[in-house]
Nanobody, 126 residues
């Protein structure tokens, strides 16, 4: 059983919106931070946004600030990524994962996260 299951991806026109969901198989309270990451063909996996599950502190990549919003619902064991004003460069496979360590999660680097889901594809194209 995968620790996380991502959903909500799809094909959307530039300027459109999508909301991604990351459902944990256990309790989100088992983790101290969860992040969203994306990987485009031929590129490295990059951090999009991360959230601390106790205080709700958030961090965003510069490329998505002001357009994306991360949130969590601990009662539903789910973390969301609301994506607005989507651009073609937002295209990629989006994953969620849990932070390995408390000291580094805020940098939202893929190397500091584990327990990856299978991902959900987001394609922004006219």
């Amino acid at each position: 059983q995968l620790p996380f299951v991502e959903s909500g991806g799809g094909l959307v026109q530039p300027g459109g919106s999508l909301r991604l969901s990351c459902a944990a198989s256990g309790f989100t309270s088992d983790y101290f931070a969860i992040g969203w990451f994306r990987q485009a063909p031929g590129k490295e996996r990059e951090g999009v946004s991360c959230i601390g599950l106790i205080g709700g502190r958030t961090t965003y990549a510069d490329s998505v600030k002001g357009r994306f919003t991360i949130s969590r619902d601990n009662g539903k064991n789910t973390v969301y990524l609301q994506m607005n004003s989507l651009k073609p460069e937002d295209t990629g496979l989006y994953y969620c994962a849990a932070a390995r360590w408390t000291s580094t999660w805020f940098a939202c680097r893929a190397a500091d996260f584990g327990s990856w889901g299978q991902g959900t594809q987001v394609t922004v194209s006219s």
